[in-house]
C-alpha cells in the first residue's frame, strides 16, 4: 500500500509540474510575468553602454556602508538620461547569511533589497546584471591557503539557487554574472573558477523560472581578460542558458591610478598596447559576445586631455572588437547621485559618441614619455603678476567643426559668446585666444580666481571645455629637508595662494637631481620627481 501510495504521489507531482508549465522543483512564474529569449550577443548590444552602480550593494558589510547611501530609483533616471542602456548592479552577500553549512540561507529582506533595486532599474526600461561582488575577497578568494574549494562551490551553489529562485520571473532584461573578479593565478584556479561558472548556471536552472533561457556572463579568473583567455573554458553544452564572457579593463594601471606621477596617455605605444589587449580577447573568442563589466578613467585620477582621450580611444577599440562596455562609478567619480550632476560631463558625452560610431573633437595633450614639460588644451594655466599674452590651443577636431565659444562662470548665470577673429582665432585645428579676452578674465585679479571656462562647440551634444586658471606660487613652511626616516611620511605645511591643489609637486634632491625612489628612477623625467 505504501509503494502505490508514494507512487501516486510521484503521479500527482508530475501532472502538477506539466499543469504550470515548469521543471522540477524550480519557481513557477505567474502568467502575468513576461520572458522574451534574447540572445546573450543582443543583450550586450542592447546594455551598451551601461553604467555600474558602485560601492552601493556591494559594499561592506552593506548598502551605505561606503561612500554612497542607499540608492534611489531617480538615480537610475539620471543614468538613462545621460545615454546609458542598462546597469551593473555588483551585490555582496558575504554578510547576509543567516545561516551557515550546509543551506547558507540569505537574509530575505536583502534578497527582497536586491530584487526591488532590480525593478527600479528594469522599470526604466534599463538592462542589468546582477552578481557575486566581494564574496570573492572573503569567502572565495582561492589563492588563500585556508580557502575550502569545496565549500566554496558548495556556497555559491546555495547562493546562486537563492538568487536565482528571487528572481527568476525577472524579465529577459535581467542577465547574471558568476562572480565578480575572483582571485587565481594559476591554471588550476582557472579550472575551478571554470566549475564555478556551471555551478552557476545548475544552481539557476535549478531554480526555475525564466532562468534556464537567461543571459549570463561567464567568468575567468579576476576577470582578467589575458587568465580568461588561458584559461577559459566554455560551460557544459547542457545548458541553453545564452552565455557571453565579461572581462574587466582598467589599464595602463599607472595612468588610471595615477601611480608614479603619471599623468599622461596617447601615444602611439599606449594606444597600440590598448589594442592589442583588447584584440587578443576578441581573437581568443571569436564567436563569444564579449563585454567588459568595469572600466574607468576617473576625473578623480586623470588629467582632463588625457582622459578624454582615453575615453574616446578605448571607446572606439571596445567597438571596433565588438565588445559592450560598463563605466565603473564608484559614487564618487563620475555621477553625483545627490545633485544629479555629471562631474565630468564632457566625458559621459564622449562615451555617447563613441558608442554611436560618431567622431569626438579632443583636446591635444602631452604624450610623450621622455618629455620634461606637460601641455594640456583642456587648461590655460596663467601665473599671477606675469603679462597676459596670447594662447595657442591645438585640437584634434577629428572632422568636427567649430560652431561658437562661450564663456561659462561658476559666479555668473549668462553665458557670453566670443566673438570669432577678436576674441579668438582659428588656424586649421589650433585655436588661439587673443590676450585682450583674456586680460578681461584674468587681470587686474586681488586674488587668483575661480577656474573659468571657455567651451568650444565641437562635440554634437555638449560643448569641450577650456578651463581658465590662475595660479601663483603657494609659501611652503621649508622648501628643503633631511630624508625623513625610513618608512615615514615628509609633511610640509602649505600656505595656499588661491586654488588650493597643486598643478604639480617636484622633489629635487641638493644636487638638482631628482628625488626618485628605487621604481621612478627608471621612468620619464615628468614622473621623476613627481
Ligand atoms: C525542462 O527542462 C528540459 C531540459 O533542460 C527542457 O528541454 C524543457 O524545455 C524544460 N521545460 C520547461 C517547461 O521549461
Ligand atoms: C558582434 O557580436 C554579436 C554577438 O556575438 C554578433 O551577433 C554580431 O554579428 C557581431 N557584430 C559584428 C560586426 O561582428
Ligand atoms: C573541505 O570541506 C569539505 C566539505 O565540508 C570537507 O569534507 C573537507 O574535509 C574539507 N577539506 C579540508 C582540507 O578541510
Ligand atoms: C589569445 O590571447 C593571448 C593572450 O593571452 C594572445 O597572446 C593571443 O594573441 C591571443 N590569440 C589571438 C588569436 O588573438
Ligand atoms: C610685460 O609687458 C610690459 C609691456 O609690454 C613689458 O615692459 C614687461 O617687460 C613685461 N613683463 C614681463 C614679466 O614679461
Ligand atoms: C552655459 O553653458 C553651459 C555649458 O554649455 C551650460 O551647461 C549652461 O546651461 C549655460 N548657461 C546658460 C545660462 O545658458
Ligand atoms: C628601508 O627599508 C627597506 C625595506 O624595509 C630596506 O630594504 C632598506 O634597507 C631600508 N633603508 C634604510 C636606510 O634603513
Known amino acids: 500500500m505504501r509503494v502505490s501510495h508514494s507512487s501516486a504521489a510521484l503521479l500527482l507531482n508530475s501532472a502538477f509540474a506539466v499543469a504550470q508549465s515548469t521543471n522540477g522543483t524550480g519557481v513557477t512564474c505567474p502568467s502575468t510575468s513576461k520572458f522574451t529569449p534574447i540572445s546573450a550577443g543582443k543583450f550586450f548590444d542592447a546594455i551598451n553602454p551601461g553604467w555600474n552602480l558602485g560601492n552601493t550593494l556591494d559594499a561592506v558589510e552593506t548598502e551605505g556602508s561606503w561612500n554612497n547611501p542607499p540608492v534611489v530609483a531617480s538615480t537610475f533616471d539620471d543614468v538613462k538620461k545621460a545615454g546609458f542602456n542598462g546597469v551593473r548592479l555588483p551585490v555582496t552577500w558575504a554578510y547576509h547569511f543567516t545561516s551557515q553549512a550546509p543551506d547558507w540561507t540569505v537574509d530575505e ?16 526600461g534599463l538592462y542589468a546584471i546582477v552578481n557575486v561582488h566581494h564574496d570573492s575577497w572573503t569567502w572565495a578568494d582561492l589563492t588563500q591557503a585556508s580557502t575550502n574549494v569545496t565549500v566554496v562551490e558548495e556556497r555559491l551553489a546555495k547562493l546562486w539557487f537563492q538568487i536565482g529562485t528571487k528572481l527568476a520571473c525577472k524579465s529577459e532584461m535581467v542577465a547574471f554574472e558568476t562572480i565578480n573578479e575572483i582571485p587565481g593565478t594559476t591554471a588550476e584556479h582557472g579550472k575551478v573558477i571554470n566549475r564555478l561558472n556551471n555551478i552557476m548556471l545548475q544552481a539557476v536552472n535549478d531554480a526555475g523560472g525564466f ?54 596617455w596617447g601615444s602611439d605605444a599606449d594606444k597600440a598596447s590598448l589594442e592589442a589587449d583588447i584584440a587578443a580577447v576578441r581573437g581568443n573568442f571569436t564567436d563569444v559576445p564579449l563585454i567588459i563589466g568595469e572600466w574607468a578613467a576617473s576625473p578623480v585620477a586623470t588629467e582632463t586631455a588625457a582622459r578624454w ?24 567619480d563620475f555621477l553625483d547621485r545627490a545633485s544629479h ?15 554611436q560610431g560618431v567622431a569626438n573633437a579632443l583636446p591635444d595633450s602631452t604624450t610623450d614619455g621622455s618629455a620634461t614639460s606637460q601641455q594640456s588644451s583642456a587648461y590655460i594655466y596663467h601665473k599671477k603678476g606675469a603679462n597676459v599674452t596670447d594662447v595657442a590651443l591645438p585640437f ?31 588656424s586649421a585645428e589650433t585655436i588661439t585666444f587673443a590676450s585682450p579676452f583674456l586680460s578681461t578674465i584674468l587681470t587686474p585679479p586681488s586674488k587668483p580666481q575661480a577656474p573659468r571656462k571657455p567651451n568650444p562647440h565641437l562635440l554634437r551634444r555638449r560643448p569641450l571645455t577650456v578651463t581658465i586658471i590662475q595660479y601663483a606660487t603657494p609659501v611652503l613652511a621649508s622648501t628643503s629637508s633631511p630624508l625623513p626616516a625610513n618608512s615615514s611620511d615628509l609633511l610640509i605645511p602649505i600656505t595656499w595662494a588661491g586654488q588650493t591643489r597643486p598643478a604639480a609637486v617636484k622633489a629635487v634632491k641638493s644636487d638638482g637631481g631628482y628625488l626618485v625612489d628605487d621604481w621612478t628612477q627608471y621612468l620619464g623625467p615628468l614622473q621623476q620627481g613627481g
Do not use: C
Open 309 to 332: 582621450r582615453y575615453f574616446d580611444f578605448f571607446l572606439r577599440t571596445a567597438a571596433k572588437y565588438n565588445t559592450s562596455t560598463i563605466l565603473w562609478d564608484n559614487g564618487a
Open 396 to 426: 584634434h577636431f577629428n572632422g568636427n567643426t567649430l560652431k561658437d565659444i562661450s564663456l561659462t562662470s561658476s559666479s555668473t548665470t549668462a553665458n557670453k559668446s566670443l566673438t570669432k577673429d577678436k576674441d579668438y582665432t582659428v
Open 109 to 124: 529582506k536583502w534578497l527582497q533589497r536586491v530584487s526591488d533595486v532590480v525593478d527600479m532599474v528594469t522599470d526604466r
Open 211 to 264: 532562468n534556464a533561457q537567461r543571459v549570463v556572463t561567464l567568468v575567468g579568473a579576476g576577470e582578467d581578460g589575458v587568465k580568461t583567455t588561458q584559461w577559459f573554458e566554455r560551460p557544459d553544452a547542457k545548458f541553453k542558458n545564452p552565455w557571453g564572457i565579461q572581462y574587466h579593463y582598467y589599464s595602463p594601471y599607472d595612468f588610471i591610478f595615477q601611480a608614479w606621477g603619471k599623468t599622461t
Open 341 to 355: 550632476q555629471w562631474r565630468d560631463g564632457v566625458a559621459i558625452d564622449i562615451y555617447r559618441n563613441a558608442v
